[in-house]
């Protein structure tokens, strides 16, 4: 019998979490389709000195995705120090953003570098940019207010009607062929319009999206972000995936009950519970216990996630 194909769309620590947590899940092969869209910290000063594509969630996959966590992932995520806050020479740089810069000028490939790294690595799986050119998001807010930047979405006190890019932005090859290939298909998790979408919203991603044979499902975040999903239900949130042109068949959604001191602690920061609003759905709403609670901290957990995803996988 040969292996189930599983694709992950998104970026940040949320598809990071989704990596680790299906790594070591026997007959499958993992594709992480990644966004390069990020222009901040690191990433961003790295992407406008050298013009190359933002490197920062790929290496976080990478990460997620090697075989052990050893020293040389560690050190693919140390971060120079900058007390000062002065983003002078290589304070404040991620050494593995550094490495990658460094043979993609060498080699002349962004893919070839991510390989190189892959294999010292030992990753478990392949990672793909959505796409190897250099691309700005912008937002257009409720109020017609257009945004431009990732890293500047969600410091705008408004609700977000959709992102877009200016011009016409071309997927890598690898990107569709995964999808076309897919068994599952997963999104999330983390910031649906700075993450996820920036993947769904190129034109070739979108339309091989639409024709794949595979189970497509959103993992649902926990928790509402601040300036980006302020007040959104569960429903609120696939909406968003819909409305820029993804497939939904299922969404898997936490019903752990939380810790009201944890809950209290993330109201103070502006971010409340994720809800389902509705009893009805024209999509397959799957509950699942999901999360943990350390440190006054709401997070999705990686045995809970792992267990979920190996039911979504005996269905396909």
Do not use: W
Not at 254 to 275: F, K, T
């Amino acid at each position: 019998m040969k292996n189930k194909n599983i694709v992950v769309i998104g970026g940040g620590h949320g598809q990071s979490l989704i990596c680790r947590s299906i790594k070591n899940i026997e007959d499958v092969n993992i594709s992480a389709i990644v966004t390069v869209a990020d222009d901040g910290g690191s990433t961003g000063r790295l992407r406008r000195q050298f013009h190359i594509p933002a490197m920062g969630d790929i290496r976080n996959v990478m990460i997620a995705l090697a075989e052990s966590e050893s020293l040389m992932s560690e050190l693919m995520d140390y971060r120079f120090e900058d007390p000062e806050g002065l983003e002078k020479d290589i304070q404040g740089h991620n050494l593995g953003n550094l490495i990658l810069t460094a043979l993609t000028q060498q080699s002349g490939s962004f893919l070839d570098a991510i390989q190189t790294i892959g294999k010292v690595l030992n990753v478990k799986g392949k990672i793909i940019p959505a796409t190897t050119e250099v691309i700005t998001l912008f937002a257009k807010m409720e109020d017609g207010v257009i945004v431009k930047g990732e890293a500047n979405i969600p410091d705008i006190s408004n609700h977000i009607q959709r992102v877009f890019y200016e011009k016409e932005v071309e997927a890598t090859p690898e990107a569709i062929e995964a999808i076309e290939e897919a068994d599952l298909i997963l999104y999330g998790i983390g910031s649906i319009y700075t993450s996820i979408l920036p993947n769904v919203i190129i034109p070739d991603i979108r339309k091989a999206l639409k024709n794949a044979k595979a189970k497509k499902v959103y993992i649902c975040n926990a928790m509402t972000q601040p300036g980006e999903t302020d007040g959104y239900f569960m429903e609120d949130h696939v909406n968003a995936l819909l409305s820029h042109g993804a497939n939904v068949d299922a969404v898997l959604v936490a019903c752990d009950e939380l810790p009201i001191e944890n809950v209290l602690n993330y109201q103070r920061e502006g971010s409340i519970p994720v809800r389902i609003k509705y009893e009805k759905h024209e999509y397959e709403v799957i509950q699942k216990e999901l999360l943990s609670f350390k440190n006054g901290l709401i997070r999705h957990d990686v045995d809970k996630v792992n267990e979920a995803i190996k039911e979504l996988l005996k269905e396909v």
